[in-house]
């Protein structure tokens, strides 16, 4: 399985991204999926997860403002990011089970 993510770049404060994560390969739809970040200095964080049946999960800082879906017949998870904010830069991987893709930069400029 390889998973090409897309959709990062430079926002500003209070502004919006998706980011998109396609997968190719071997898939399995039951698979939970998500999103991941990493800013400069810190350790991975888990930003938002999605299982097959629907089911979310979402950090804290993200909750109102992040959201996530999946969609099965075109092997892609999206991040919807609103009312972004400086703490919110990082490289954002996406997963699928175990499978991490290669991460996108988002930078929120103040």
């Known amino acids: 399985v390889q998973l090409q993510a897309s959709g990062g770049g430079l926002v500003q404060v209070g502004g919006s991204l998706r980011l998109s994560c396609t997968a190719s390969g071997s898939i399995f739809s039951g698979d939970v999926r998500g999103w991941y970040r990493q800013a400069p200095g810190k350790q991975h964080e888990l930003v938002a997860l999605?299982?097959?049946?629907?089911?979310?999960n979402y950090l804290d800082s993200v909750k109102g403002r992040f959201t996530i879906s999946r969609d099965n017949a075109k092997n892609t998870v999206y991040l919807q990011m609103n009312s972004l904010k400086p703490e919110d830069t990082a490289v954002y991987y996406c997963v699928f089970g175990r499978t991490w893709g290669q991460g996108t930069q988002v930078t929120v400029s103040s």
């Open positions: 999605m299982g097959s049946d629907g089911s979310t």
